[in-house]
């Protein structure tokens, strides 16, 4: 079942703050977010693990709710290179991690 | 470190012929996942190898297929084209499975006609 992620574009001036949120419809182990560039292929954000752990390697912050099989990217104090579509991708019992439709992210100087 | 290497990088073939794309993963990885991107679709899962096995594929149907090799290299087959096959597929490696950061390769435009 693939996540529903929103909102699906978003405009920010830089310097504003965004929220990408992530939903599934069965329980979630892990939450993945990449993060793809025109032309490019995605790179990895963040995992979020079951329990609270967190892996990434970006200045960017997110939350992982088990209860509402939902998770969140939180993008705060945009700037230019922030630009780009965003992915979720969830993991649940049946350990493939299957992708959202993407939210793109358009940052205005 | 080289990164994941993806060829041919753009192909077009014609309905009916079938195709084979060749993923190269980063050194010491063993996962290599499969994916198809189309425009408003996102990241549709194809298939996961892992020590040479399918561990896991998505919903598509069987004229889509895989393999992996000793080396952790990774091909995919797709078997009569179709003009809705018509896509970038990225080719992604990781460490381990599941649970560990995926890198992805620049992908192979396919262009059915």
């Known amino acids: 079942q693939q996540p529903v992620q929103s909102p699906q574009a978003v405009i920010l001036r830089e310097g504003e703050d965004a929220v990408i949120n992530c939903s599934s419809s069965?329980?979630?182990?892990?939450v993945h977010w990449y993060r793809q560039k025109h032309g490019e292929a995605p790179v990895f954000l963040m995992i979020?693990?079951?329990?609270?752990e967190q892996k990434g390697h970006e200045k960017i912050s997110a939350s992982f709710n088990e209860k509402k099989q939902q998770s969140s990217l939180y993008l705060t104090a945009s700037q230019l290179s922030y630009s780009g579509t965003y992915f979720c991708?969830?993991?649940?019992?049946?350990?493939?991690?299957?992708f959202g439709k993407g939210t793109r992210l358009h940052i205005l100087p | 470190k080289a990164g994941v290497t993806q060829t041919p990088r753009y192909l077009i073939k014609t309905r009916g012929q079938q195709v084979t794309l060749s993923c190269s993963p980063i050194?010491?990885?063993?996962?290599v996942s499969w994916y198809q991107q189309t425009p408003g679709q996102g990241l549709q899962f194809l298939f996961e190898?892992?020590?040479?096995?399918?561990?896991n594929k998505g919903n598509f149907p069987g004229r889509f297929s895989g393999r992996q090799f000793s080396n952790s290299r990774s091909e995919m087959n797709v078997s009569t084209l179709e003009l809705g096959d018509s896509a970038l597929y990225l080719c992604a490696s990781s460490i381990d499975r599941n649970l560990y950061e995926q890198y992805f390769g620049p992908g192979t435009r396919l262009t059915v006609t």
């Open positions: 190898y892992f020590s040479e096995t399918q561990r």
């Open positions: 069965k329980a979630l182990y892990s």
């Open positions: 991708g969830t993991m649940n019992r049946d350990d493939k991690i299957i």
């Open positions: 050194s010491g990885h063993r996962s």
């Open positions: 979020l693990l079951k329990g609270g």
